[in-house]
């Protein structure tokens, strides 16, 4: 069991946490939930022990091991697959040792070891991993430095899911996520055998992932069971009923204070007036319920709205090399008041789509048509960093407004979030969900008639995205968005197009049937990723050729694997042919022989992988 005990914790002078307390069951999967900025990280510092408490402790089983994702993404020549497979350390260790062993005693306890702990699995564990992940087979035998930060982040994730720790430990893991990553983690902490504690604002992880709920208010920790809603169903009747006492309460204390206040003075009844001072003394108070209402999110209107269709796209081809474009002959539309939801893996042209809408980005060919006047927000994380840090919320507002007086200067930096002193905050003293709302504000800042959203939710917090799902539906132009948050998607979309292949196509199911055909997909997926190469090839052809580079590579790993497993049973049948070892050492006789036949099982799933890969390989040659 974790067990935190009357924990206080203060970072810079700031009391995050006070006299805090939970008990985490083995086997629990809590979310941990708060307001940005409460002290959810802090308290993983200190689960972690890299942060002292003030008061407390936090007791952790001995023999648990501790997992988290690495601060940093690995990055060197070494693949993705064993980048993963060196998470587990025992395994790594062991199979290093087993190499050079030569010694029967010794080379019996790795082995029995190795078949306890499931080693030879462990390639198909963590290749699943990845994939569910969005790394297709061939991108797992490639160097870890051939890819971004974000997509190593990703890696790093898998590494520590493929670890499988006894505690768990993962803050806001789906913000290096797509849509179709983060349906795939949901599922596999929802069936997660060991205990994990994960923050998170997304509300569908919540609801899909875990069985509890700590919730950090205050400086309090307070565990609630069951998933976030209800969560939130408990948290609306305890406060209610809070507030109702707190009432009560606060009709007594003027009662027994009107009673002291009225016969103090009288001689017959300073008895019974010091009785009610004692007893409001003793009255405990009841914790204000403190507002902590979100500021809302709004997105001024356009000033004229203009007939549909506000872009119309025909036969486009579009991406960064005309040999080789990310998407072809795109034919679409978008009307004025339009809510459009892009699904498909990242690396498939969501982002190319959304810049070519936004104009940012010329078509190779074809035509698009925008109506005259129109106007664009576009958001995006990266911009985020073209936020000027020595600057304030009012002097980006005033930059926009050049002539404005103080006075409108400042009403339109408070309409956008930032009122009195906040708007003179420099940028790089804003929390991540600060700078979200900012960037938001003045992208958005003459009344667009299409907004483009692109990953917008990853800095805000629960609230605030909701605050940030109501302003898109109160806003009556159109909207673009690009999300792995699937309530924001299923709150305000009333369109899903799907970018896949090199197309864009609608999909006529909800994100429920999205979700089963990704879970679905991710158990058997290829090559998803990889793009076309070259020019005037024939299709078939090359399609024949990108199916068979992931086929022989499997089937490389799997004869190298074959090789190993055989040195391994060569040993052990070396030592099992010493003269008199089972009347000698009956025990370590037993371990080999269960050694052998644990090897000898891998060795038969390794043939049997190389067997199907070589016959579909085959298939694929034609």
Same mark, same amino acid.
């Given at each position: 069991?974790?067990?935190?005990?009357?924990?206080?914790?203060?970072?810079?002078?700031?009391?995050?946490?006070?006299?805090?307390?939970?008990?985490?069951?083995?086997?629990?999967?809590?979310?941990?939930?708060?307001?940005?900025?409460?002290?959810?990280?802090?308290?993983?510092?200190?689960?972690?022990?890299?942060?002292?408490?003030?008061?407390?402790?936090?007791?952790?089983?001995?023999?648990?091991?501790?997992?988290?994702?690495?601060?940093?993404?690995?990055?060197?020549?070494?693949?993705?697959?064993?980048?993963?497979?060196?998470?587990?350390?025992?395994?790594?260790?062991?199979?290093?040792?087993?190499?050079?062993?030569?010694?029967?005693?010794?080379?019996?306890?790795?082995?029995?070891?190795?078949?306890?702990?499931?080693?030879?699995?462990?390639?198909?564990?963590?290749?699943?991993?990845?994939?569910?992940?969005?790394?297709?087979?061939?991108?797992?035998?490639?160097?870890?430095?051939?890819?971004?930060?974000?997509?190593?982040?990703?890696?790093?994730?898998?590494?520590?899911?493929?670890?499988?720790?006894?505690?768990?430990?993962?803050?806001?893991?789906?913000?290096?996520?797509?849509?179709?990553?983060?349906?795939?983690?949901?599922?596999?902490?929802?069936?997660?055998?060991?205990?994990?504690?994960?923050?998170?604002?997304?509300?569908?992880?919540?609801?899909?992932?875990?069985?509890?709920?700590?919730?950090?208010?205050?400086?309090?920790?307070?565990?609630?069971?069951?998933?976030?809603?209800?969560?939130?169903?408990?948290?609306?009747?305890?406060?209610?009923?809070?507030?109702?006492?707190?009432?009560?309460?606060?009709?007594?204390?003027?009662?027994?204070?009107?009673?002291?206040?009225?016969?103090?003075?009288?001689?017959?009844?300073?008895?019974?007036?010091?009785?009610?001072?004692?007893?409001?003394?003793?009255?405990?108070?009841?914790?204000?319920?403190?507002?902590?209402?979100?500021?809302?999110?709004?997105?001024?209107?356009?000033?004229?709205?203009?007939?549909?269709?506000?872009?119309?796209?025909?036969?486009?081809?579009?991406?960064?090399?005309?040999?080789?474009?990310?998407?072809?002959?795109?034919?679409?539309?978008?009307?004025?008041?339009? #809510?459009?939801?892009?699904? !498909?893996?990242? $690396?498939?042209?969501?982002? =190319? %789509? @959304? &810049?070519? /809408?936004?104009?940012?980005?010329?078509?190779?060919?074809?035509?698009?048509?925008?109506?005259?006047?129109?106007?664009?927000?576009?958001?995006?994380?990266?911009?985020?960093?073209?936020?000027?840090?020595?600057?304030?919320?009012?002097?980006?507002?005033?930059?926009?407004?050049?002539?404005?007086?103080?006075?409108?200067?400042?009403? #339109?930096?408070?309409?956008? !979030?930032?009122? $009195?002193?906040?708007?003179? =905050? %420099? @940028? &790089?003293? /804003?929390?991540?969900?600060?700078?979200?709302?900012?960037?938001?504000?003045?992208?958005?800042?003459?009344?667009?008639?299409?907004?483009?959203?692109?990953?917008?939710?990853?800095?805000?917090?629960?609230?605030?995205?909701?605050?940030?799902?109501?302003?898109?539906?109160?806003?009556?132009?159109?909207?673009?968005?690009?999300?792995?948050?699937?309530?924001?998607?299923?709150?305000?979309?009333?369109?899903?197009?799907?970018?896949?292949?090199?197309?864009?196509?609608?999909?006529?199911?909800?994100?429920?049937?999205?979700?089963?055909?990704?879970?679905?997909?991710?158990?058997?997926?290829?090559?998803?990723?990889?793009?076309?190469?070259?020019?005037?090839?024939?299709?078939?052809?090359?399609?024949?050729?990108?199916?068979?580079?992931?086929?022989?590579?499997?089937?490389?790993?799997?004869?190298?694997?074959?090789?190993?497993?055989?040195?391994?049973?060569?040993?052990?049948?070396?030592?099992?042919?010493?003269?008199?070892?089972?009347?000698?050492?009956?025990?370590?006789?037993?371990?080999?022989?269960?050694?052998?036949?644990?090897?000898?099982?891998?060795?038969?799933?390794?043939?049997?992988?190389?067997?199907?890969?070589?016959?579909?390989?085959?298939?694929?040659?034609?």
């Amino acid at each position: 069991m974790l067990s935190i005990t009357d924990i206080s914790v203060r970072i810079a002078g700031r009391l995050l946490i006070d006299h805090g307390s939970a008990q985490i069951v083995p086997g629990a999967r809590v979310g941990l939930i708060g307001r940005n900025g409460a002290g959810k990280s802090t308290l993983f510092h200190a689960i972690r022990g890299e942060l002292p408490t003030e008061t407390g402790t936090i007791t952790i089983p001995p023999r648990w091991r501790v997992g988290s994702l690495a601060q940093e993404a690995p990055n060197g020549p070494e693949s993705l697959l064993e980048v993963v497979l060196k998470a587990d350390l025992e395994r790594d260790a062991l199979l290093r040792e087993a190499d050079t062993a030569h010694d029967p005693h010794r080379i019996a306890e790795i082995q029995t070891r190795l078949v306890d702990i499931d080693a030879h699995s462990a390639p198909a564990r963590a290749a699943a991993i990845l994939s569910g992940l969005g790394f297709s087979t061939a991108d797992q035998a490639r160097p870890c430095s051939e890819f971004s930060g974000g997509w190593r982040m990703r890696v790093a994730l898998a590494a520590t899911l493929f670890a499988a720790p006894d505690l768990l430990l993962l803050d806001e893991p789906t913000n290096y996520l797509d849509l179709e990553g983060t349906l795939w983690l949901e599922d596999h902490l929802a069936n997660y055998p060991r205990t994990v504690i994960v923050i998170s604002h997304d509300r569908d992880l919540l609801d899909t992932s875990v069985d509890q709920i700590l919730h950090l208010d205050r400086g309090k920790l307070t565990l609630y069971r069951g998933t976030y809603s209800s969560f939130e169903e408990q948290r609306a009747t305890r406060e209610m009923l809070d507030a109702k006492h707190a009432k009560r309460q606060d009709a007594e204390r003027k009662r027994l204070q009107a009673f002291v206040d009225r016969f103090k003075a009288k001689a017959s009844k300073a008895r019974q007036a010091q009785s009610r001072v004692k007893m409001l003394e003793k009255m405990k108070p009841i914790a204000a319920l403190v507002t902590q209402d979100v500021r809302e999110i709004t997105f001024p209107a356009p000033e004229k709205m203009l007939s549909p269709p506000i872009i119309a796209v025909d036969d486009v081809s579009v991406g960064y090399d005309p040999k080789s474009p990310v998407l072809n002959r795109v034919t679409l539309r978008i009307d004025t008041d339009d #809510r459009i939801a892009l699904l !498909g893996s990242n $690396g498939n042209g969501k982002s =190319t %789509l @959304v &810049k070519l /809408l936004a104009n940012r980005l010329a078509p190779f060919s074809g035509t698009i048509t925008r109506a005259e006047k129109i106007s664009i927000a576009y958001f995006a994380q990266h911009q985020l960093d073209e936020l000027r840090e020595d600057g304030s919320p009012y002097d980006h507002v005033r930059k926009l407004m050049p002539d404005a007086p103080e006075t409108k200067v400042r009403g #339109r930096t408070g309409a956008i !979030g930032f009122s $009195g002193k906040a708007g003179d =905050t %420099l @940028v &790089k003293s /804003l929390s991540g969900g600060e700078k979200a709302r900012l960037l938001l504000g003045l992208a958005t800042f003459f009344g667009p008639n299409m907004i483009i959203l692109d990953e917008p939710t990853n800095h805000l917090d629960i609230d605030s995205r909701a605050a940030l799902a109501e302003a898109i539906n109160e806003f009556p132009g159109a909207v673009i968005m690009v999300s792995h948050d699937r309530y924001l998607i299923e709150a305000c979309a009333d369109q899903l197009w799907v970018v896949a292949d090199h197309a864009v196509t609608t999909y006529d199911g909800d994100l429920d049937d999205y979700r089963r055909m990704v879970l679905s997909a991710r158990g058997m997926r290829t090559n998803s990723r990889d793009r076309e190469r070259g020019n005037g090839r024939d299709k078939a052809a090359r399609n024949k050729g990108e199916k068979r580079v992931p086929l022989k590579q499997k089937i490389s790993e799997a004869e190298a694997e074959i090789a190993r497993i055989n040195g391994i049973i060569s040993k052990i049948d070396t030592a099992l042919a010493l003269p008199d070892l089972f009347k000698r050492d009956p025990k370590q006789a037993a371990q080999l022989s269960k050694a052998r036949a644990g090897a000898a099982s891998a060795l038969q799933r390794a043939e049997e992988e190389w067997l199907a890969a070589s016959s579909q390989y085959d298939e694929a040659a034609g």
